[in-house]
């Protein structure tokens, strides 16, 4: 795996997340029939906190972001997107149980939505997340802390 790091998230990343997060999202959102280009890139800029987000870096260069925010007794996993290049070589999962530690520490419940049919499925699971309910687009998950 390669060394990765999390930093801090600045107002300046929203542009570098909302074009990776068309890339991302494109194949999944074409197979629910749901893609637009520009409104994929405009709902993560007018979701986008820097407060509650951080970029994944690999060698000092951004690699895809991931947000954590905190909502009534329960935080929200959102804006998980790892670089086509960089998946499958370990990082998400390692940046995940990072998150998810400290959401066990607090005694933190997390919650997330991924979208139906998507891959993301697989390593949510792999991290104790099950499946709270459905719609004809998303899968909402929850995990418990350990």
Request: proline share 5%.
């Amino acid at each position: 795996m390669a060394d990765w790091s999390l930093r801090p998230a600045a107002a300046a990343d929203v542009e570098a997340v909302a074009a990776l997060r068309a890339v991302v999202l494109r194949a999944d959102l074409e197979r629910l029939g749901r893609y637009d280009p520009r409104r994929v890139r405009q709902r993560l800029r007018d979701g986008f906190d820097p407060a509650h987000t951080w970029v994944i870096e690999v060698g000092g260069a951004f690699a895809g972001c991931v947000a954590l925010r905190p909502a009534a007794g329960v935080r929200w996993l959102e804006h998980f997107y790892l670089a086509p290049e960089r998946q499958g070589g370990g990082i998400g999962s390692a940046v995940l149980a990072e998150l998810l530690a400290r959401c066990d520490r607090d005694g933190a419940r997390v919650r997330l939505n991924v979208l139906r049919g998507s891959p993301a499925c697989r390593l949510y699971e792999r991290h104790g997340f099950t499946v709270e309910s459905e719609d004809p687009v998303d899968v909402f998950m929850v995990r418990r802390p350990t």
